[in-house]
């Protein structure tokens, strides 16, 4: 079946600018989960979700940063007003559970904020 | 929160040696132990995952070890292959999932 996928896969914002990254998880995963990953380091937790809940943002940098899942499925990140230090590769995962079970992992969206 | 340290951060091995991978973890409580590996531009996939029930788990060349009163577990890669070379994540999970800084391995030919 379909695997997690995200879009844009790139995207270059200018610093000051909204940005709005998208997740599909896949089909019937209850949890989602929002990662970002500075070149060269591993993925850091953002925030997570179990269908349209937010239970986790502790890991959101700022409160420019903003996650929702209103129907339990797709999920938006947004990034308010983006900063240099946002570039960074944003990775969404699902998984059929929390904690314990596998997190399937989508391609990523790199941004680049210039 | 949990705190996942991974060692080494690079390491270099001539094909059909082994490799070793080790991380820590701070939380007593994480209870699943996965590995990634992630080649370059690409997304993390799965190797292997380890629960806390069990001390040690093996698929084919892969294997690895939980050793929880010490909160540190391992990757083992024998005979290794050029293919091999990635970047691998250590992770430790009970509510939600921390990574390690990843171990970029290079399987010289």
């Known amino acids: 079946g379909a695997g997690v996928s995200q879009s844009p896969r790139y995207k270059v914002a200018k610093r000051g600018q909204d940005v709005a990254l998208r997740c599909d998880p896949i089909?019937?995963?209850?949890?989602l989960f929002w990662y970002q990953q500075a070149l060269g380091q591993g993925p850091e937790f953002l925030t997570y979700f179990q269908n349209e809940a937010q239970l986790d943002k502790s890991g959101l940098p700022s409160d420019r940063f903003f996650a929702e899942r209103p129907e339990g499925s797709v999920s938006t990140l947004k990034i308010q007003r983006t900063q240099q230090e946002d570039s960074a590769v944003y990775l969404c995962a699902s998984s059929s559970d929390w904690g314990q079970e596998t997190q399937y992992f989508g391609p990523g969206t790199r941004l680049l904020v210039l | 929160g949990e705190n996942v340290e991974q060692h080494p951060s690079t390491l270099s091995v001539q094909e059909g040696d082994s490799a070793v991978i080790k991380c820590t973890y701070s939380d007593s409580a994480s209870n699943y132990f996965p590995w990634y590996k992630q080649e370059l531009g690409k997304r993390p996939q799965l190797i292997i995952d380890?629960?806390?029930?069990?001390g040690e788990k093996k698929d084919q060349r892969i294997a690895v070890t939980l050793n929880k009163t010490a909160k540190h577990f391992s990757l083992h890669i024998t005979e290794t292959q050029p293919e091999d070379s990635a970047v691998y994540f250590c992770a430790a999970s009970f509510n939600d999932m921390r990574f390690g800084a990843g171990t970029r391995l290079t399987v010289k030919p």
């Open positions: 380890i629960r806390s029930n069990v």
């Open positions: 089909s019937g995963h209850v949890s």
